[in-house]
């Protein structure tokens, strides 16, 4: 004879199991001494269980419930919707970058050297430079110290014709 | 008591609320509160943590009321908030074990002996539900205070029915243990 299992017996005494089963089971622990031992220690602690009482909800909370949701409700309204939260976002965002890219542009004018405070000191590099590879190609240019990048103009060079006569 | 009447109209009310009627909320509110506050009173055993936790379920229950599917009965969806909103206060008030804080406001004492021994039984098992492991609690408050199936309970809490069942076998056992002598008293 299979016996009650104690989930069924808790079922039971709780009044769930239907009356099939219900009449199952009382067949079963009115012919089982283990099983209704189970039975009564379960119903036992069921009962001691309701002695813990709870005192019940004093005041009405539908009131105070009420008039949060309604703040709620009108917080919500009155934000502005979604693409537009975006779009003031995206906008800071920009303007943002704007500042930033001036503040950036006038740091930049003041610190940067000025073009002939550039010449000046590459002219004295060039003074005081002993390296014969550092040679800037200003010194080939016609005029030049140098000379030999002078220009071979066509009219210079005599004909064949004029040296043969 | 019709209960497919009360879910009809519940789920007549979510839709309304759905819409920000607030009168129905208030509705809501009243038909539910004291189940919901007892549920919350039992797992958190302090009512004013219970009051707090009880008024913002249903604040929830606005928020998402657009969410609500009637395919699930209201209460199980309200208790399911409250019994999470229960775990998340205890997580973070975590005590002491043997403490238990007081129980309502400072109430006279019983006057004699009858009402002093069952202050003392109260007490002793509200301490014994107190001290089980979080899903035996909750299992057991949600069986035998708020009389909910081994199904109902299931749906509240997510778990499977034989899991809902396997953690009562174990809850009522350990209480048999922790409250043996009250029983033979």
Known sequence: ??????????????????????????????????????????????????DWQVEPLA?????????????????????PARWQRRASVLLRAAAAI???????????????????????????????????????LGVLELGS????????????VPSEQEGSS | MD???????DAD??????????AALGELVRRHEKRAFALACRL???????????????LHVYRAARRYRPEARFTTWLYRIVVNLCLDVKRRTKRAPGELPAHGPAAEAPTDC?????????????????????????????HRYMQLSHRDIAEVTGWSVSAVESCLVRAYARLRQELRDLMEN
């Open chain 1, 1 to 50: 004879m299979p016996h009650v299992t104690d989930s069924e017996l808790i079922k039971h005494v709780a009044g769930e199991l239907p009356q099939p089963q219900r009449a199952r089971v009382d067949e079963h622990v009115a012919a089982c001494r283990p099983c209704r031992d189970r039975q009564r220690e379960i119903s036992q602690t069921w009962e001691v269980l309701g």
């Open chain 1, 59 to 79: 005041t009405d909370l539908a009131d105070a419930v009420q008039g949060t949701a309604s703040r709620q409700h009108q917080a919500a309204t009155n934000r």
């Open chain 1, 98 to 136: 704007l500042v930033a890219v001036a503040l950036g542009h006038l740091a930049g004018r003041w610190t940067a050297p000025s073009p002939s405070d550039t010449a000046s000191a590459g002219a004295d590099r060039l003074a005081r430079s002993t390296d014969a590879d550092v040679v800037p």
């Open chain 1, 145 to 156: 110290a140098t000379g030999w990048a002078d220009l071979i103009l066509d009219d210079a």
């Open chain 2, 3 to 9: 209960v497919s009447a009360d879910a009809s109209d």
């Open chain 2, 13 to 22: 009310l979510m839709r309304a609320v759905a819409d920000s009627d607030m």
């Open chain 2, 44 to 58: 958190l055993t302090r009512p004013d943590a219970a009051e707090d936790v009880t008024q913002e379920a249903f």
């Open chain 2, 114 to 142: 009858d009402r002093l021994e069952a202050a003392d039984r109260a007490q002793r098992v509200r301490r014994a539900v107190d001290d089980l492991p979080g899903r035996q609690r909750t299992a057991v408050v949600l």
